[in-house]
């Protein structure tokens, strides 16, 4: 029995993870100006678990450069997984926030639509990550679209750099765009997240076959390189439209598409 027990606190030990480090945690989605409802309601933000372990936010503060600050208090562990997303935001009711599944939600929640810091610590005061977006020079400032930090910049540097974020594309709930909970629209490679190319198609997506339609405007001879979630170059052929993806496993990809000399980068699910 005592063997049993042992092994159980073992188990518990590895997949959890204590003494946080900076960058443990990062903030992948911002949505600071909602249409479908008032800000008020609609606001939230969204944190990835970079680490192998679970971690426990419970406890840590939530807080901007000003007087705006939120001790995380959930009645109980407030636990991510390993590569898994939280989303954090004003009011919980679906019905009156937009749509939005909220792990935890707090009316002293506050993200201010132009210029505004997030700003994540431990209990003990060890700030894990902050973003300073900026309402528009470097930073997207949409209205009724999240700011979508690209997933090939999942660290706590590259989120630092508004070229790494984008707007929301997938509607969510009333309209509003963005994927609160789920992997970000945004899966272009670092600094490219504002490239576009015109007409830029990928079909069908999600896709089961061996080979994929990749279409723009233009339609002339275009670079495709394609990259695992881990960054890894799995293709990279010259193409006028039509893809070979036989050789991808079930998963989710990142089309990165060069034509006349733009890049444009889109999400690819193979099933």
Same mark, same amino acid.
């Given at each position: 029995?005592?063997?049993?027990?042992?092994?159980?606190?073992? @188990? /518990?030990?590895? =997949?959890?993870?204590?003494?946080?480090?900076?960058?443990?945690? #990062?903030?992948?989605?911002?949505?600071?100006?909602?249409?479908?409802?008032?800000?008020?309601?609609?606001?939230?933000?969204?944190?990835?678990?970079?680490?192998?372990?679970?971690?426990? %936010?419970?406890?840590? @503060?939530?807080?901007?450069?000003?007087?705006?600050?939120?001790?995380?208090? +959930?009645?109980?562990?407030?636990?991510?997984?390993?590569?898994?997303?939280?989303?954090? $935001?004003? +009011? *919980?009711?679906?019905?009156?926030?937009?749509?939005?599944?909220?792990?935890?939600?707090?009316?002293?929640?506050?993200?201010?639509?132009?210029?505004?810091?997030?700003?994540?610590?431990?209990?003990?005061?060890?700030?894990?990550?902050?973003?300073?977006?900026?309402?528009?020079?470097?930073?997207?400032?949409?209205? $009724?679209?999240?700011?979508?930090? *690209?997933? %090939?910049?999942?660290?706590?540097?590259?989120?630092?750099?508004?070229?790494?974020?984008?707007?929301?594309?997938?509607?969510? $709930?009333?309209?509003?765009?963005?994927?609160?909970?789920?992997?970000?629209?945004?899966?272009?490679?670092?600094?490219?997240?504002?490239?576009?190319?015109?007409?830029?198609?990928?079909?069908?997506?999600?896709? *089961?076959? +061996? /080979?994929?339609?990749?279409?723009?405007?233009?339609?002339?001879?275009?670079?495709?390189?394609? /990259?695992?979630?881990?960054?890894?170059?799995?293709?990279?052929?010259?193409?006028?439209? #039509?893809?070979?993806?036989?050789?991808? =496993?079930?998963?989710?990809?990142?089309?990165?598409?060069?034509?006349?000399?733009?890049?444009?980068?889109?999400?690819?699910?193979?099933?």
């Amino acid at each position: 029995m005592k063997k049993i027990y042992f092994f159980l606190v073992a @188990i /518990f030990a590895a =997949t959890m993870s204590f003494g946080q480090s900076p960058g443990d945690i #990062i903030i992948t989605e911002i949505m600071q100006n909602p249409s479908a409802v008032t800000d008020a309601n609609g606001e939230y933000f969204e944190v990835y678990n970079t680490t192998a372990g679970i971690i426990d %936010m419970n406890g840590w @503060i939530i807080k901007d450069n000003g007087a705006n600050s939120h001790t995380i208090t +959930n009645g109980g562990p407030l636990n991510i997984a390993s590569g898994a997303y939280l989303v954090f $935001g004003k +009011n *919980s009711t679906i019905a009156e926030n937009g749509g939005v599944i909220l792990d935890y939600a707090s009316s002293s929640i506050s993200l201010t639509n132009a210029d505004d810091e997030i700003i994540l610590e431990t209990g003990g005061g060890l700030e894990i990550d902050r973003v300073d977006y900026d309402g528009g020079p470097n930073f997207p400032d949409p209205s $009724g679209k999240s700011m979508e930090l *690209s997933t %090939m910049a999942y660290t706590s540097s590259a989120n630092d750099i508004g070229s790494n974020w984008a707007e929301g594309s997938s509607a969510y $709930g009333d309209g509003d765009l963005g994927t609160p909970g789920a992997v970000n629209d945004n899966s272009a490679p670092l600094g490219i997240a504002g490239h576009k190319i015109k007409g830029f198609k990928i079909s069908p997506n999600p896709s *089961s076959d +061996n /080979f994929i339609n990749i279409t723009t405007a233009n339609n002339t001879t275009k670079n495709v390189q394609v /990259f695992d979630m881990l960054g890894k170059r799995v293709i990279n052929q010259e193409i006028n439209t #039509i893809l070979n993806i036989s050789n991808l =496993t079930t998963g989710i990809y990142v089309v990165k598409v060069t034509e006349n000399s733009i890049s444009a980068t889109k999400r690819l699910v193979v099933k």
